[in-house]
């Protein structure tokens, strides 16, 4: 088992930053590819990013590709997203998940954490 907890969200204006922190517990962190998926109220789970187990690799969303950044520490155990440059349309709960290969489908991934609200006011 791995338990994920997220924190870092909030209510920040258009243009500005967030910083997403997911902390990992359990199963050996630094096996697991990460990823973290956004859900807006009314609308599917989307892929966000994805890292793999090493950080040497990285996958983002068109949406976000050159306004996030994911990275990870594994002496921390924790995966963070960076988002700069927040628009309105980012607003979603965002959720960091776990799994050996690292994708953009939610249901490849075994574990997922709680949740953090992002709200992005205009």
């Known amino acids: 088992q791995v338990q994920l907890v997220e924190s870092g969200g909030g209510l920040v204006q258009a243009g500005g930053s967030l910083r997403l922190s997911c902390a990992a517990s359990g199963r050996t962190f630094s096996n697991y590819a990460m990823g973290w998926f956004r859900q807006a109220p009314g609308k599917e789970r989307e892929f966000v990013a994805a890292?793999?187990?090493?950080?040497?690799?990285?996958y983002y969303a068109d949406s976000v590709k050159g306004r996030f950044t994911i990275s990870r520490d594994n002496a921390k155990n924790t995966v963070y997203l960076q988002m700069n440059s927040l628009k309105p349309e980012d607003t979603a709960v965002y959720y960091c998940a776990a799994d050996l290969v690292p994708g953009p489908r939610a249901y490849e991934y075994d574990y997922w954490g709680q949740g953090t609200q992002v709200t992005v006011s205009s």
């Open positions: 890292i793999t187990w090493s950080g040497g690799s990285t």
